[in-house]
């Protein structure tokens, strides 16, 4: 969702990791973190990474990204609050309307 893909759970929907890993890169990651990043084979995968290695504000970025695209989408007529969650339903970051 935070590259534009409103529907991410149909077939031949496909995780960008390139733009995972320039997320990572704006964390500040190390370089060995961002390839890792670049080839996971899925967003789990990349979730794994982030939190083993504590890539401080990645979820937070990745939040940002997706109310950007919820907000344009809804051409800011309405109301956004992003809230991204791991697949235990622990909170791993939110974006509101400020």
């Excluded at 733009?19 to 961002?34: N, T």
């Excluded at 950007?68 to 969650?85: C, D, G, P, R």
């Excluded at 235990?88 to 970051?93: E, I, K, Q, R, W």
């Amino acid at each position: 969702m935070a590259t534009g893909v409103k529907q991410t759970h149909v077939k031949g929907s496909k995780v960008n990791m390139e733009f995972l890993s320039k997320l990572a890169k704006k964390c500040k990651a190390e370089e060995k973190l961002i390839q890792e990043i670049k080839n996971a084979n899925t967003a789990r995968n990349v979730q794994e990474i982030v939190l083993e290695n504590n890539v401080e504000g990645f979820f937070d970025e990745i939040c940002s990204e997706v109310y950007k695209q919820m907000k344009s989408h809804s051409e800011n007529k309405t109301a956004v609050e992003i809230i991204l969650f791991d697949f235990d339903g622990n909170v791993l970051a939110r974006h509101t309307d400020q």
